[in-house]
Nanobody
Framework: VQLQASGGGLVQAGGSLRLSCAASMSTLEDWAIGWFRQSPGKEREAVSCISSSGDSTYYSDSAKGRFTISRDNAEKMGYLQMNALKPEDTAEYHC???????????????????WGQGTLVTVSS
């Protein structure tokens, strides 16, 4: 399984970015998708996760109201639309997948099976 995250970049505070996560497995339908981020000196933290069906989502407090997670199982893609970005959103963002036949959407990094390389998001003030 390979995951390829993209879409990061440099943006001014208040701007938007859309992160994408391309998955290589034969089907994405049995996998929950999570977005996590890590900045220097900090632990990796959950940003948002979506169940395998797409019916359930989780957002961290910092992401609520600003970020939207979505997925396209047919295209084997996951997305994270980030609006109203703040300097504190600056981090390396990783997508990950967790095998899940249920509609629950846990969002702890330790529960995720496969990880992609990060894409760097830098928000300037």
């Amino acid at each position: 399984v390979q995951l390829q995250a993209s879409g990061g970049g440099l943006v001014q505070a208040g701007g938007s970015l859309r992160l994408s996560c391309a998955a290589s497995m034969s089907t994405l339908e049995d996998w929950a998708i999570g977005w996590f981020r890590q900045s220097p000196g900090k632990e990796r933290e959950a940003v948002s996760c979506i169940s395998s069906s797409g019916d359930s989502t989780y957002y961290s407090d910092s992401a609520k109201g600003r970020f939207t997670i979505s997925r396209d199982n047919a295209e084997k893609m996951g997305y994270l639309q980030m609006n109203a970005l703040k300097p504190e959103d600056t981090a390396e963002y990783h997508c990950a997948v967790m095998f899940s036949l249920h509609d629950a959407v846990p969002c702890f990094p330790s529960q995720y099976d496969y990880w992609g390389q990060g894409t760097l998001v830098t928000v300037s003030s």
